[in-house]
């Protein structure tokens, strides 16, 4: 399947190093192993066009600001009323108290934006026809 190579062996795309199909792959983006059983088509291209329209739950890209001035960047986890839960960059885990935290900013994906210009046309309609064949 020409999608399976793009996204594992096509150097402009590097999907493979950050999101893993079934053992294979990086971590710094979701899972896609069972991408199509909970996604349309529609919503897995614009993933790759825009990735910013719609964050991945668990993955929104995060800026926290503690009132004593310490600053902490990562995805953001889980929220409760009273924390937050943080994965840094780094891949330690955070749980922060909310009643500490001065500011909270969003960040754009950190998946790259480019594909557009990086991609032809049917390397990625082969990438979201791979991509939702995976259940
Ligand atoms: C530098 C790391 C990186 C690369 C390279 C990358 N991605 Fe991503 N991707 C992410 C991150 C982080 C997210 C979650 C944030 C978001 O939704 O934008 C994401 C989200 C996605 C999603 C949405 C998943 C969901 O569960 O909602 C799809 C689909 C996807 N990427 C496909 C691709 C494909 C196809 C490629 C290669 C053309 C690719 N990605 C390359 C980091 C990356």
Known sequence: ??????FFHKME?????CHKIKRVGGTAGPELTKLG???PRSYILESILFPDAKIAK???NTTV???DGMVHVGFLKKETNT???LHTLLNKKLVIEKSMVKART???????PSYRALLTRSDIRDLVEF?????
């Open 83 to 85: 924390e937050i839960d």
């Open 106 to 112: 969003r960040l754009p994906s950190s998946m790259p």
């Open 37 to 39: 059983e909970g996604f």
């Open 1 to 6: 399947m020409r999608g399976e190579h793009v």
């Open 131 to 135: 991509l939702s064949t995976k259940k």
């Open 13 to 17: 795309a590097s999907c493979v190093q």
């Open 58 to 60: 668990g993955f929104e």
């Open 65 to 67: 600001e503690m009132i």
